[in-house]
């Protein structure tokens, strides 16, 4: 089944015109009328009548393309958040401490006060302390 809803004559002759319509559920593609040329050709060329579901099918592919596209986009996006966000667990926390000038000359007997000071607290770091006194 064409779609067109009269048949066609099996043959044309030079500058016969024809008028195409198509069936109920079809969709006319193309001028609805042609002339016959001497070359055999139509001016314009021959309309075509195309099933209505496959405007529907195609228009179902192209929505089912998007939904996966923009699906796959949306993935990508929330696992680039993720690994952004995420701490690794293999890293330690660390913190750094940076010393002005002034306390980045520090003499040894300042040091080895506060050394004093720290190892007087436990009899372990006392011994320390008395030993590299000597």
């Known amino acids: 089944m064409t779609g067109i809803r009269e048949e066609l004559k099996k043959k044309y002759y030079y500058e016969d015109n024809i008028t195409v319509e198509c069936e109920d559920g079809y969709t006319l593609q193309g001028s609805s009328q042609s002339q016959c040329q001497s070359d055999a050709n139509w001016v314009p060329p021959l309309a075509t009548c195309v099933s209505d579901s496959t405007h529907g099918l195609i228009a179902g592919i192209v929505f089912g393309i998007i939904v996966i596209l923009l699906t796959l986009v949306c993935c990508w996006m929330i696992r680039k958040y993720k690994k952004r966000n995420a701490t690794d667990e293999n890293c330690k926390e660390v913190s750094i401490r940076l010393n002005s000038q002034e306390d980045s ?12 000071n720290s190892s007087s607290t436990s009899p372990a770091g006392n011994s320390l302390t008395q030993e590299a006194s000597k």
Do not use: A, F, G, K
């Open 105 to 116: 000359h520090i003499h040894p007997p300042v040091l080895l006060t506060s050394q004093e």
